[in-house]
């Protein structure tokens, strides 16, 4: 099946995130194998698979399309789903105008961290947008520890 993956991921990132997955044991990869929907090869299906076949397999079948997403994003009034939404853009490219995020001490904690780390932010309209200038997942080190609190979603 195609795959689209971000530029910065290659085959062997995706074998080592693959190796997360609870079906693998120690350095190996391991998958269900199908004889036919709904029937596995052996007796739980689990096969282990070499890297080198991994790679042969996947390698024509990725497609590396860098993606440009344009708009305004309404985030809910949600700690989580705030400090993601601040996450993600700090992480892209360009501008990325976000409306409506919550203002609470987790958020707060997230934007100190983000700005210690380089990422320029902006509000605009009398606080109701702010604007991040995405530093496209390169971070500068910060001068001082970043403390955000107890934002289990901006620590993570």
Request: glycine content about 8%; overall charge negative.
């Amino acid at each position: 099946m195609p795959t689209v993956i971000p530029a910065y991921l290659s085959v062997d990132d995706i074998l080592n995130k693959m190796l997360l997955d609870k079906k693998s044991a120690a350095s190996k990869i391991r998958c269900v194998m199908l004889t036919r929907i709904g029937a596995t090869l052996g007796e739980d299906g689990l096969q282990e698979v070499d890297d080198a076949v991994w790679k042969q397999l996947l390698k024509p079948y990725i497609c590396v399309k860098p993606t440009v997403v344009k708009g305004d994003i309404l985030v809910p009034g949600s700690k989580s789903l705030s400090n993601r939404a601040l996450a993600l853009a700090a992480l892209g490219r360009g501008e990325c105008r976000v409306l409506g995020l919550l203002h609470a001490d987790d958020t707060h904690h997230m934007l100190d961290a983000l700005e210690l780390m380089g990422v320029q932010l902006e509000w605009q309209d009398d606080g109701e947008t702010l604007v991040v200038r995405g530093a496209e997942g390169k971070f500068q080190a910060p001068e001082k520890p970043l403390y955000l609190g107890n934002a289990g979603t901006a620590s993570r």
